[in-house]
């Protein structure tokens, strides 16, 4: 699984199907290929392991050229990286596939596909498809309707994109669990797993909704419903720029990429949960042997990175995994003492963090049972060098200050929690409520935008103060600690975050009618012994700044409040760090700092 492009056109397709690639490589692949029909009716197939650059250099060797194709960023789950598992991919000439997702039943398809003759030369799911294609084939000619009758055998999550050498005018796509998109242009249409993939040639979509199938011809799409019927999906007109140096409508990029989390957090679960169950091949091939050996994790990262995964301390030991999480500096300048069965867990939005690099390499002799990075960008050292890795699927982030790398990180981090979960008797009732909080969190996310406005009233509280406090507990006081590295990294306030219960032990101290005091209020267990150290601050003078689950009581005098509506428990830590990045980043804008590149910070920190 990772990426998919396609295009039936009266032109070349080979360069849209390149350039499509090529934008979807932030997605992280290990492999790559196209397959194109030639005018003389033959497929051509070339793929490469490795990245779309040594695809590329394959074709300046060879050229090709068609006016149909499809072509494939791939991210190992069945079968090693190598060239015979790269897709896309084919039975015999009569057939091409490109696939993302997981087909759960392919073993037993595999063995009911050789008993009637088919030759497999790879190890993975999607080489099933192209030859259960085939087979039906041979008794139905319609590529439509073989499509048609082979996913009914399919279990699992996918998006399919079929051609064939009999349909010089043809593609066809099916969409379950995976997402696909139809891009629409004059004499020609195209096909992807991502918009941004097709922003060079139209800016008019249609997205497929599940369940669905689609022919798609050079004159026209007709789509049909999982019933068969044909239907209208809506046409939609992009309004991303093909440049992702692009601020588009807003002021700077770190607002744009606050708003950008609903559409990152939904990609980064794409392919990963399906009707209530996480797809654990979706992490790599090599993860669930990885998984399965782990009785512990420790957790090394800087910065924001290492509050994502002071959050994920909390997941983890709730299901019953013991964790520790380090920052990386500390952790490489000590003796480590490694458990049985640790796995050691790298964070890093760049990917080039020196600290969380050097500690990765040095950890290879210390015992580990292996080691899993969460990252952003596919081709960094850690992810090269980790024996798996996460990606978050954030794209680019030009702002130096994180905002949808940390939230897609602790999407991501819940996705690992929720596959040790499962190895510590997790029910399927359980997990069925994780991954439907996972599934609402994009929405959620989407309401909370929607307080912008609101928040930036509220940021005209901050424009004259020096200090701020932000408090939280359990999970919360890691999404306090990254409030307030916010609200300095860019306003330059001094801020400070601490556990709530212990404002008594020393910070109580700092609290006056100057000190503003920010604290997140879900409904949780630790709600009332919150607001009883907020007392503590009003008996003091000072003011709070509050965001609230709507059911929670606030019997305070003197306070702002937000109400965050229809919040789920597991995910609540990833949607209220929204709101707090909402109100840095208007604080900053009041302060007339340079919100995206502020002063002495760098996006990637690759020295030590």
């Not at 070339?46 to 791939?74: F, M, W, Y």
């Not at 020096?466 to 801020?495: D, Q």
């Amino acid at each position: 699984m990772c990426g998919i492009v396609g295009a039936v056109a009266q032109r070349n397709v080979v360069p849209i199907l390149m350039e499509g690639l090529q934008r979807l490589e932030y997605r992280g692949y290990d492999s790559a290929g196209l397959a194109v029909r030639q005018a003389d009716g033959n497929l051509q197939r070339i793929r490469a392991v490795g990245k779309v650059a040594k695809l590329k250099e394959l074709l300046d060797q060879s050229p090709i050229t068609g006016e149909l194709g499809i072509a494939h960023t791939r991210w190992a789950t069945h079968g090693m990286p190598a060239e015979r598992n790269a897709h896309p991919h084919m039975s015999g000439e009569r057939v091409a596939v490109v696939h993302n997702g997981i087909i759960e039943n392919h073993s037993e398809l595999r063995e009911e596909l050789k008993a009637h003759g088919y030759v497999f030369t790879s190890d993975t799911d999607t080489e099933v498809i192209a030859h259960l294609l085939a087979h039906v084939m041979e008794t139905e000619d319609d590529l439509l309707q073989a499509v048609r009758t082979a996913i009914r055998q399919l279990v699992g999550a996918y998006a399919l994109a079929v051609s064939s050498p009999a349909d010089p005018d043809r593609l066809v796509v099916a969409r379950a669990g995976s997402p696909l998109v139809i891009g629409l242009g004059v004499g020609e249409n195209f096909i992807a797993s991502d918009v941004f993939a097709l922003l060079p040639v139209t800016q008019r979509f249609v997205f497929l909704e599940e369940g669905d199938v689609a022919d798609i011809r050079r004159a026209g799409i007709q789509v049909y419903d999982a019933r068969g019927d044909q239907v209208e999906r809506a046409e939609r007109i992009s309004q991303l720029s093909a440049s992702t140096a692009d601020k588009g409508p807003y002021r700077h990029y770190m607002l744009k990429e606050i708003h950008e989390q609903p559409a990152v957090i939904a990609e980064t679960l794409e392919g990963r949960i399906h009707k209530g169950r996480l797809l654990e091949e979706s992490f790599g091939h090599e993860a669930r042997a990885l998984f399965d050996r782990t009785q512990g994790v420790h957790i090394i990262a800087c910065g924001t990175s290492y509050h994502a995964g002071m959050v994920a301390k909390y997941w983890l030991e709730e299901v019953g995994v013991p964790c520790s999480v380090e920052v990386a500096s500390e952790y490489r300048y000590r003796k480590v003492v490694v458990p049985p069965g640790t796995l050691f867990l790298s964070i890093s939005q760049s990917g080039e963090t020196a600290d969380t690099l050097a500690a990765l390499r040095g950890s290879r002799q210390m015992g580990y049972v292996g080691s899993l990075t969460v990252c952003n960008v596919p081709e960094s050292s850690l992810t090269r060098e980790s024996d798996v890795a996460l990606m978050t699927r954030a794209g680019p982030e030009i702002g130096v200050a994180s905002t949808k790398a940390f939230t897609t990180q602790l999407t991501a981090l819940r996705l690992v929690a929720l596959a040790l979960a499962r190895r510590r008797g997790m029910s399927r009732e359980q997990e069925e409520q994780w991954v439907n909080e996972l599934h609402a969190l994009p929405r959620q996310v989407e309401v909370v935008l929607e307080l912008s406005d609101a928040i930036a009233e509220m940021a005209n509280a901050f424009a004259d103060k020096h200090h701020a406090l932000f408090l939280g507990r359990g999970s919360f006081y890691p999404i306090a600690l990254e409030g307030a590295l916010k609200m300095k990294e860019i306003s330059y306030i001094h801020a400070e975050a601490y556990p709530a219960g212990e404002l008594k032990h020393g910070p109580l101290a700092l609290v006056d009618a100057d000190m503003p005091v920010v604290c997140a209020l879900p409904k949780d267990p630790l709600l009332d012994k919150v607001l009883s150290n907020l007392q503590e601050v009003r008996a003091r003078g000072g003011e709070l700044f509050l965001f609230s689950d709507r059911e929670v009581r606030i019997e305070l005098d003197r306070y702002q409040n937000l109400t965050l509506a229809d919040i789920n428990p597991g995910t609540a830590p990833i949607t209220y760090s929204v709101p707090l990045q909402l109100l840095a980043y208007h604080v900053a804008v009041l302060k007339g700092t340079d919100v995206d590149q502020p002063r002495n910070l760098a996006k990637s920190v690759t020295v030590e």
